[in-house]
């Protein structure tokens, strides 16, 4: 859908470019707007998948871990390695390797549920959420491997950027339990502003990062795009729907920031009825 003036004929605009035989999911668009990232089962187990959103090439699978193990996934920077969050071992840890489908390589082995891996700007870190006693805690490891470190308390969903002076890097989050956003420094983990409303969907950076977009869901039946401008934290509605509409996570920006990518997430309502649910189960042998 494009990003117009008018929120309203921005979400009348918007078109299909994946159906539901890819099974989309957890869907991640590079920063250049070129390569769309996403979740599927086709194969048989939820792996991951990248393809040209101009459609010039066909989806190309590069992982193939069994089980339904990988949930959220993001992609390098230079676009050559993905980090993902996968149950192989049985908790949720985080894991690299190349787009190629080489050296796959677990990052974090421990008791603790680990998700959302995002890279750093310069491609060396990976941030992530991960749950300890109780309590999300946001944490960085080299994408070599070694220790994670605690870099603040609290969730972390959401993306990392240089800052456009140059001065650093901006961090953008949700926070638990639907309480909306906040902007970090990069360096410091001091909390710059932050806004309560939005709930719980993914902030992501503009490409000039000094935008960030985040769905809402405006009403039980429909979300909308907001955008945040980053110096002020003020923010706008820039994508409506005329229709039922539910987002999954991220609004990924495209065209150099004149459009957004979404993965739409289709409700189907049913009415069952079940008779004689109450009757005891036949003995065995009878």
């Known amino acids: 859908m494009p990003f117009g003036p008018d929120a309203q004929d921005n979400g009348r605009a918007a078109v299909r470019l994946v159906d539901a035989a890819l099974d989309p999911m957890w869907t991640f668009v590079t920063r ?7 979740n599927n089962a086709l194969v048989g187990s939820r792996n991951l998948w990248t393809m040209p959103l101009d459609g010039s090439s066909r989806p190309r699978q590069i992982t193939s871990m069994p089980g339904d193990a990988i949930t959220h996934a993001s992609l390098s920077p230079d676009g050559t390695h ?5 149950s192989a ?6 894991w690299v390797q190349n787009v190629d489908g080489s050296d796959l390589r677990q990052l974090t082995n421990d008791a603790q549920a680990e998700a959302w891996p995002v890279w750093s700007p310069d491609g060396q870190w990976i941030m992530f959420a991960t749950l300890r006693e109780d309590a999300w805690e946001t944490r960085r490891i080299r ?19 240089p800052k456009s002076d140059g001065s650093g890097t901006w961090i953008v989050t949700s926070m638990a339990g639907g309480v909306g956003l906040r902007l970090l420094d990069g360096e410091s983990g001091t909390v710059v502003w932050k806004d309560g409303q939005p709930g719980d969907a993914m902030p992501i950076f503009s490409p000039d990062g000094k935008s960030v977009s985040i769905a809402y869901r405006e009403s039980r039946d429909r979300d909308a795009i907001w955008v945040y401008d980053v110096k002020t934290g003020t923010k706008r509605v820039v994508v409506r729907f005329p229709h039922q509409f539910h ?38 042998g009878r």
Do not use: Q, Y
């Not at 993905?82 to 996968?86: G, Y």
């Not at 071992?89 to 985080?94: F, I, W």
């Not at 994408?143 to 950027?161: I, Q, S, Y």
């Not at 495209?254 to 189907?268: S, T």
């Open 32 to 38: 250049d707007g070129k390569t769309l990232l996403f």
């Open 82 to 86: 993905v980090a993902f969050a996968a």
């Open 89 to 94: 071992t049985g908790n949720s840890d985080v």
């Open 143 to 161: 994408r070599t491997g070694g220790t994670a470190e605690k870099f603040v308390d609290g969730f972390f969903r959401g993306d990392w950027v």
């Open 247 to 284: 987002i999954s996570f991220r609004a990924n920006w495209v065209d150099e920031g004149r459009a957004f990518v979404v993965n739409r997430i289709e409700e189907i309502s049913h009415i069952v009825m079940f008779d004689g649910f109450w009757k005891p189960a036949p003995r065995a």
